[in-house]
């Protein structure tokens, strides 16, 4: 049983001096977002995504294996006489759509609807936002994270008319890497 005990430390320092070490580990990116107000069709935000522009992105572009995690965060305020439900949508592209229908069309949904009753401010927490992504959003933002780094997101109301503001907004993303 004694030369056993050496072989794993062995075997170890082998694959060290061959250059064969493994490391691994997680990083968060958080992107403050404009404090905005989006109105039914009349003021439709977008926001230009560059992950390039973070340096851990930059710096594990190359090794990165998975979106580990992710949330939209802020405080939402519903200016709308009813209840709405907010929406985050991705394009891949730079685009410049005006209206609700078009990125509803054109665009993929990644997140929501958050609920926001009327007059009310809600502030979306992790584990809320967390669970509003879809799975066809979580897969577009693999895509740009392991592609070229860069989307263009819009926030829209689910409801035929909306007015809601949104302030502290961030995106977080929580990726993992492997070399």
Not at 149 to 163: E, K, R, S, V
């Amino acid at each position: 049983m004694k030369a056993n005990k050496w072989i794993v430390p062995a075997l170890v320092l082998m694959l060290a001096a061959a250059g064969c070490i493994l490391v691994s580990g997680q990083f968060l990116i958080d992107f403050d977002l404009p404090n905005f107000q989006a109105q039914t069709n009349s003021s439709i935000v977008a926001e230009d995504i560059d992950l390039n522009t973070e340096s851990d992105y930059k710096d594990h572009k190359d090794d990165l294996q998975d979106l580990v995690d992710l949330a939209v965060l802020g405080k939402f305020t519903n200016h709308s006489g009813g209840a709405i439900g907010v929406e985050v949508w991705m394009t891949p592209t730079t685009t410049n759509y005006t209206n609700s229908t078009d990125i509803s069309n054109h665009a993929t949904k990644v997140w929501g609807p958050f609920v926001v009753l009327a007059g009310a401010t809600k502030t979306v927490d992790w584990n809320e936002s967390a669970s509003l992504f879809t799975k066809s959003g979580k897969q577009l933002l693999i895509q740009e994270i392991k592609g070229d780094g860069q989307f263009q997101l819009y926030a829209i109301g689910n409801t035929t008319t909306y007015d809601f503001s949104v302030s502290n907004g961030v995106l977080a993303l929580v990726l993992d890497f492997a070399k």
